[in-house]
């Protein structure tokens, strides 16, 4: 007599041992998930560290900051955001950056969006060599144009203005601006482009009113690359605007807040917590557009 | 990044430097109203020399209805004038100390010397001689008004130093003993910036005491430590020290600052801190503080324990659009020297290198008690390197000198590491 393993036998056999291989499976996964929620938290904590050390810094003495920099409790004063708020004259300064930050970002989107609409509907060989400048733009270190900077603006008679960086500050964000704003708006139907020209709209309206809703999400993200990068900028500000209070950047006058010989880390610390509001401000704004946009060109790609 | 930027000034500064000495003036910012002065400084309202500066300014304005523009810089002035200067567009007086870049701004026309203001204006006998040859460059320029100087004696904690059985040393065995008793007991012993200019200075300090003055300022002045037999002995002083634990753990990392706070926080009975220290000091290791210098070697050049003190802290500088409102400028610099306005300096603290006398007896600081008293006696004056060590030597030595606080490093590495920065300065 011969057996034959039937299917309802086999299945029965196997079983076990697929549950077997199933839980194993699944205590391999939860490790692999446990671990990987490690990892997140960990770089959150490595995140977060700088941060701390900041902002508990800005509450505390010189010789607690050096001496137990993370002990939240040692040598705790009240007054570093008001000696900073005062010594640093940062009202005037932080409107000086505003203005500068503000003026600088709005004239590069004057030029960069234009220019990626062009960029992006131009078919022909000179719009690819001009997409190539701008990509090489990223090759110019800033330093680089330091000496030719300071000449054009002392040429300009801009020297010791806001107005001159509000100028040239853009030219460092073009490429970056026009290369993130042509790839979007390229990806811009041409049905919808033909139809409104088929409604009678011009080139501007058709920028206005087509890509530039389109491309919403990727112009925002532009908009705070670049206010972060503005906001910040301290080498050109200091050396061409120079320390006037009437026109001097908040980030220029932090710096002397604390000198060699006469240190004010607590002080320094609490400045720098105040010009970072701003800063967290704008981010909290426009930050789920631009999760927005990073998530549209994950879906796209 | 910084090296980029430091790259980019240096062309800037030289094709700005340049220009300036080939064109007869530009425009000029602080220039044209004559009731106007544009005084850039690194005294900060953040610090009490600052305070004090625009204290006495206010009674400038008051008294002469000239007005003073303030602007403040940290340590990046000498960069910011120099470009400033070449868009002719500077400050009309300049209150800095004497050191790096500036040493060579008379010579290359980044200021005006101030030679024939120092004999026609009338500053009564505010100056000492000593001070103006401080001030004075290889090319007979005084550079500058000198204002304010400094003293930097060694600070011992006296209460730490009892603690671990102990005194303060008067000489280099004592120091490796009391350095041994400290370390037993769990205090540190000398606390300095290893790792920039404050310990780069003690190194120097250390690297004289077999050197006498003349030799000491050749040195300084050219470098060449590994020819110099004495300047080696200076070195393997060092090392001997060093070796010995004298200087806390880790210093080869340490800034000023971090230094300071040992000290400061009772974690080090011992550190060498400048005058500017002197109001940070708070209780009780203020009172527990005896002012005193480094030890003296058997063998050495110093009979009593050293210490720096120099009239270089800071200056006032004409600068060639102050020079077209000649009139102002002297009304202030003439203000600024009266024996009432020094006062108001002195009451906060800082150390004039004026002769005018000064009453400090109501300031509630037993260091500075001890600085204008007893210490005065009680050392010998090192020399001090910043009038004599190139500016473009000094900075970067600091790196070279972190190199001599670092364990395993022999005299005569420590003496090529330094040698090779004078030799890349040329």
Not at chain 2, 239 to 248: H, K, Q, S, Y
Request: charged content about 15%.
């Amino acid at each position: 007599m011969t057996t034959t393993a039937s299917p309802l036998n086999t299945r029965a056999q196997a079983a076990p041992v697929r549950a077997s291989s199933s839980r194993g499976s699944r205590g391999i996964s939860a490790f692999l998930t446990y671990l990987s929620h490690g990892a997140i938290w960990l770089y959150v904590l490595l995140l977060l560290v700088p941060i701390y050390y900041l902002v508990i810094s800005a509450f505390k003495t010189n010789t607690a900051i050096l001496n137990e920099p993370f002990n939240p409790f040692a040598g705790l004063v009240l007054d570093n955001f008001g000696k900073a708020w005062e010594q640093a004259t940062l009202g005037p300064a932080l409107l000086n950056q505003a203005y500068l930050t503000v003026g600088a970002s709005v004239l590069t989107l004057l030029l960069a969006i234009p220019a990626s609409y062009a960029l992006a509907r131009s078919k022909g060989k000179l719009g690819g060599i001009v997409e190539r400048i701008f990509q090489v733009g990223f090759l110019v270190p800033a330093f680089a144009a330091l000496v030719p900077t300071v000449m054009l603006a002392i040429s300009m008679n801009l020297f010791h203005t806001r107005e001159f960086l509000i100028l040239f500050l853009p030219a460092g964000a073009m490429p970056l601006s026009v290369i993130l704003l042509t790839q979007a708006m390229r990806t811009v139907p041409a049905e919808l482009e033909e139809s409104a020209v088929l409604d009678g709209a011009s080139q501007m309206r058709v920028l206005w009113a087509v890509f530039l809703p389109v491309t919403m999400p990727t112009t925002i993200t532009v908009i705070i690359l670049n206010f972060l990068g503005f906001w910040n900028e301290y080498f050109f500000s200091l050396v061409i605007i120079g320390p006037d209070p009437a026109l001097r950047t908040a980030q220029v006058a932090l710096p002397t807040l604390s000198m060699t010989n006469a240190a004010q880390y607590g002080v320094l610390a609490a400045g720098i917590v105040i010009t970072l509001i701003p800063v967290y401000i704008v981010y909290a704004i426009f930050a789920e557009k631009m999760e927005g946009a990073v998530l549209a060109g994950a879906l796209k790609g | 990044m910084h090296r980029f930027r430091q790259a980019g000034l240096a062309v800037l500064v030289t094709t700005g430097l340049a220009l300036t000495a080939c064109s007869s003036g530009g425009a000029s910012a602080g220039g044209g109203d004559a009731d106007s002065i544009t005084l850039q400084t690194i005294w900060t309202s953040g610090n009490s020399q600052g305070t004090a500066l625009r204290d006495a300014i206010k009674e400038f304005t008051a008294e002469s209805g000239i007005k003073v523009k303030i602007l403040e810089n940290g340590e990046d002035l000498n960069q910011v004038y120099e470009t400033s200067l070449l868009a002719g567009d500077e400050a009309d007086v300049l209150l800095v100390g004497l050191l790096e870049k500036q040493l060579d701004w008379a010579k290359n026309g980044a200021v005006i010397p101030v030679n024939n203001y120092l004999k026609d204006w009338d500053l009564g006998d505010a100056i000492p001689q000593a001070a103006v040859e401080a001030w004075t460059d290889d090319e007979d320029n005084v550079r500058g008004f000198p204002y304010t100087g400094f003293t930097w004696p060694w600070w011992y904690n006296t209460d730490l130093l009892k603690k671990a059985g102990t005194e303060v040393p008067k000489t280099i065995d004592e120091l490796k003993a009391t350095a041994a008793a400290l370390r037993a007991s769990g205090v540190g012993p000398v606390a300095t910036g290893g790792n920039d200019w404050s310990g780069q200075k003690i190194f120097l300090q250390i690297l004289q005491t077999y050197m006498d003055e003349k030799e000491t300022i050749q040195v300084f002045e050219k470098g060449g430590l590994c020819k110099s037999p004495n300047a080696m002995k200076g070195v393997e002083l060092f090392t001997e020290l060093r070796d010995a634990g004298v200087f806390v753990d880790g210093v080869e990392g340490l800034t000023a600052d971090q230094a300071q706070a040992l000290y400061m926080s009772g974690k080090a009975a011992i550190g060498p801190m400048g005058s500017w220290a002197y109001l940070h000091a708070e209780e009780p290791v203020a009172s527990a503080t005896e002012l005193g210098g480094f030890p003296v070697a058997s063998g050495g050049t110093f009979t009593k324990p050293n210490a720096y003190r120099g009239d270089t802290s800071a200056g006032w500088w004409v600068t060639p659009n102050g020079q077209k409102k000649e009139a102002a400028l002297k009304k202030l610099v003439e203000f600024m020297y009266k024996p009432s306005t020094i006062q108001i300096m002195a009451d906060a603290g800082i150390v004039m290198a004026t002769s005018t006398k000064v009453d400090t007896s109501h300031i509630d600081s037993p260091i500075i008690a001890q600085a204008n008293g007893p210490l005065l006696d009680s050392v010998d004056w090192a020399v001090m390197p910043d009038g004599h060590v190139p500016g473009d030597v000094s900075n970067p030595m600091y790196r070279a000198t972190s190199v001599a606080y670092t364990k395993g490093n022999d005299a005569k590495a420590i003496c090529a590491a330094v040698d090779n920065v004078y030799a890349a300065a040329g």
